[in-house]
């Protein structure tokens, strides 16, 4: 059994970077690439590559009519996909740019050789089976919230990519606006601008200006009553 922490440094991107360029076929196999705030790409199963993503956040959308609503953030220094299974990769997927970011395509077969040389205990793979094994749970646990619920449980995804400012404080990350909360919670604009007015009022949220503050984020883990969440950003 690993420490959380432990198993990450295995797992890290600087580490993920050193074992591939180990190869001197690494720039053949891997590109650095910049990708503009607002771009998306659609993943399939039948895809040859994977993304590392060095800077910036992503959205990762499950798509397909049975998948409607599955998403969540990724932050720098996580891999967007991977196969878990040689040549198998989950459901159908929709990448977006929600900041500017920097990633790097990486050929799936290059990236599978050089995992099976230098990382034998697998620590890549098992970190990343926990980090999606976690964000699974989490989209499990929206579908028992309420309305009102789904937008406090929207904030603490978001926290989850956020600052910490002080004790019990998160400043929010600056891509997350009306919209895109209404978006994650699966509620109307009006709705979700009503509910942050009440959080405002209760002194739970700073939202007049960017960058948005929670300012006591034990209060809308107790609401919510989700143990745990929060515990792998």
Not at 104 to 117: C, G, S
Not at 118 to 145: F, G, H, Q, T
Not at 151 to 175: H, M, T, W
Not at 177 to 186: H, N, R
Request: net charge positive; with cysteine.
């Amino acid at each position: 059994m690993y420490e959380k922490d432990e198993l990450r440094s295995f797992a890290s991107f600087a580490t993920v970077l050193k074992i591939l360029k180990r190869d001197p076929n690494f720039n053949k196999y891997c590109t650095q690439h910049r990708v503009p705030k607002g771009s998306t790409i659609t993943l399939n199963k039948e895809r040859k590559d994977c993304y590392l993503l060095e800077s910036g956040y992503v959205k990762y959308d499950y798509t397909g009519s049975s998948s409607e609503g599955y998403y969540y953030v990724i932050p720098a220094g996580r891999f967007v996909s991977l196969p878990m299974v040689k040549n198998q990769f989950t459901l159908y997927a929709r990448v977006t740019a929600l900041t500017e970011l920097v990633w790097w395509k990486i050929d799936v077969e290059f990236l599978r050789k050089m995992l099976q040389l230098e990382d034998p205990r697998n620590y890549v793979m098992l970190n990343y089976s926990i980090e999606v094994a976690y964000k699974l749970y989490i989209i499990s646990k929206k579908y028992l919230l309420s309305a009102e619920s789904r937008v406090y449980f929207g904030l603490l995804r978001c926290a989850e990519a956020g600052i910490k400012v002080a004790d019990n404080q998160i400043e929010l990350p600056s891509f997350l606006t009306y919209d895109l909360l209404a978006e994650f919670a699966g509620t109307s604009k009006g709705y979700t601008s009503t509910v942050l007015g009440e959080l405002r009022d209760k002194g739970v949220l700073i939202s007049s200006k960017k960058p948005w503050i929670i300012t006591d984020l034990a209060w809308l883990k107790n609401i919510l009553e989700l143990e745990g969440l929060g515990d792998l950003n």
